[in-house]
């Protein structure tokens, strides 16, 4: 007598539901598992950011000894990225691996060209201009990786989330835009003198968000605009990826445990410095009684998280996460 056994399914969304239904395709382990190529991936972010920190932040890096780390870390990223690609080939076809790449690539780009600009200012608007064009790219990528990935989940299960995300980096993309075109008008305008002189407390959101003296001037206006657009299209971002995390472990593309941890991280993240940003501005600029003590930490911690590159975190782990799933479905 032959005695047959069931294993449920290891992973969840289309695949396990395709199963139950008695589809007859067959997995096998994919190489970009827990000891494979595709998880590795994920070092590239701290360690850009460590390189980011290491030279535009704390000038412990001089640029000639940068340079050649950096282009290390372009190349790094690059073969790390093509062996995921091939493991996945070479295990499954399809999948969705140009919103991966693209995901992926938002923030290799940043930490590796935007640091060579230093911290964007006016006092040189060249190097701040360098800065724009790679924070546009960086943006671009991360839209067109979002817009891709929900276009291919547009019949599946997670059809709703998706078109959120896309709403909600639409919104949050077209302010930022607004944002980073201003700053070529700014130079192009001649101000840049003028936003130099004032940019240390209007364009950081640690000082403008506990409240700038009355009467500002018109540049001090136009710049805590157009940072406070920076700061919401940060959160937006962070949002839409979350969206998208969740539509693509509905649809089984990404692997459960990262859709949870993109998803519940990237919320967090969100959560964190929208609380931040209240807790600044009701100590600092409304003088809410009980807040003060916290409100300068507070402002700090807003400044931190809304840096460009935050945008790029959940992305990342959300590519990172779509080019090394523990198993995935394949046709016979």
Do not use: K
Request: glycine residues 12%.
């Amino acid at each position: 007598m032959t005695v047959m056994r069931t294993t449920r399914a290891p992973w969840t969304g289309d695949a396990a539901n395709s199963l139950a239904a008695g589809d007859t395709r067959t997995t096998r382990p994919h190489p970009g598992g827990p000891a494979g190529p595709g998880r590795v991936l994920w070092v590239l972010w701290p360690l850009g950011l460590a390189l980011t920190g290491a030279h535009a932040g704390a000038g412990a890096l001089a640029t000639p000894l940068f340079v050649p780390l950096d282009a290390a870390y372009l190349v790094l990223a690059a073969v790390l990225v093509g062996r995921a690609l091939r493991a996945r080939a070479g295990a499954h076809g399809g999948g969705p691996d140009a919103p991966a790449v693209l995901l992926l690539g938002a923030g290799v780009s940043v930490f590796a060209l935007a640091a060579l600009t230093g911290i964007p200012t006016a006092h040189h608007p060249g190097a701040m201009l360098a800065n724009t064009a790679v924070l546009m790219l960086a943006a671009a990528l991360i839209a067109v990786g979002v817009v891709l990935a929900a276009a291919r989940l547009w019949d599946g299960p997670g059809r709703a989330p998706a078109a959120m995300a896309c709403a909600v980096l639409l919104l949050g993309g077209a302010g930022y835009l607004a944002n980073l075109v201003a700053r070529v008008g700014v130079v192009l305008a001649g101000a840049a003198p003028a936003q130099a002189r004032v940019e240390t407390s209007a364009w950081e959101a640690r000082s403008y968000l506990l409240g700038l003296p009355a009467e500002p001037s018109a540049v001090v206006l136009l710049l805590v605009w157009l940072d406070l657009l920076q700061l919401g299209y940060v959160v937006l971002t962070q949002v839409a990826v979350v969206l998208l995390a969740v539509s693509l472990g509905r649809h089984g593309w990404l692997d459960a445990s990262i859709a949870r941890v993109a998803a519940v991280g990237g919320s967090a993240l969100a959560g964190v410095t929208v609380l931040a940003v209240g807790l600044a501005v009701s100590g600092g600029a409304f003088d809410v009684p009980g807040l003060e003590r916290v409100s300068a930490p507070a402002a700090w911690t807003a400044y931190l998280l809304t840096v460009p590159f935050m945008s790029t975190l959940p992305a990342f782990l959300v590519g990172a996460g779509l080019l090394a799933p523990s198993r995935a479905p394949e046709a016979r």
